[in-house]
């Protein structure tokens, strides 16, 4: 059984068609914008290593993941604009106007101001890291330890007491997600065996501040 399509109208590149066999009117456009839209979305996970699983991470420095969010944020606010635009709004808008939700645009603008605060920081204590950090591990998954950690000492900690318990809760963290191990030797004649290979603590790599 053949369906009986005939065209009603035709709107840009959409087209509008009645389907006599159900008595309804459908419409028929083309996935281009569709794809479009996915693939700025996806810049996103290239961006902080989001991957099929089976894939290798696609490496991205922090100055290409400042332009791919900028990318994003900017694309976003146009799409927005332009529904605001055709329909006449003022208010704010969500998917129902054709637009992503008022919370995604707000967290897209915060990443991209944390960010650009990121890399601020990293210039002032040394350009030469901008290139070498790991953006995977900014994700909420591994930065939530820190804060599982800081609850133990306070349940509902101010920002004062996070401020000052912070070295010891990096320091408790890094002891959870490590693989390490640690001896004490008291005594020449200790029962523990000396090691094979040791390294003074002046020798620990440190990060070098840059000239003022």
């Given at each position: 059984m053949c369906e009986r399509?005939?065209?009603?109208?035709t709107y840009e590149k959409s087209l509008f068609v009645t389907d006599v066999a159900v008595g309804t009117i459908k419409l028929v456009t083309g996935l281009s914008k569709t794809v479009t839209f996915l693939k700025n979305r996806g810049c996103l996970y290239d961006t902080f290593g989001r991957h099929e699983k089976g894939t290798p991470a696609k490496k991205v420095t922090l100055r290409e993941a400042k332009e791919n969010v900028d990318k994003v944020c900017s694309e976003v606010q146009r799409i927005v604009a332009s529904v605001k635009g055709r329909f006449n709004?003022?208010?704010e808008t969500?998917?129902?106007?054709?637009?992503?939700s008022k919370k995604t645009q707000d967290s897209l603008t915060m990443l991209r101001k944390e960010v650009n605060r990121l890399?601020?920081?990293?210039?002032?204590?040394?350009?030469?890291f901008i290139d070498q950090d790991e953006l995977l591990a900014l994700l909420t998954t591994h930065v939530e330890n820190l804060h599982v950690v800081s609850?133990?000492?306070?349940?509902?900690?101010?920002?004062?007491?996070?401020?000052?318990?912070?070295?010891?809760?990096?320091?408790?963290?890094?002891?959870r997600i490590t693989t390490w191990a640690a001896k004490y030797f008291t005594h020449d004649?200790?029962?523990?065996p000396f090691p094979d290979t040791f390294m003074p603590l002046s020798?620990?790599?440190t990060m070098a501040l840059s000239a003022v």
């Open positions: 399509w005939v065209t009603l109208c709004l003022s208010r969500n998917g129902p106007e054709g637009t992503v890399i601020q920081n990293i210039n002032s204590i040394n350009p030469l609850h133990f000492e306070h349940e509902t900690f101010r920002t004062l007491n996070y401020a000052q318990d912070f070295g010891t809760i990096v320091k408790d963290s890094l002891k004649k200790s029962y523990y020798a620990v790599s």
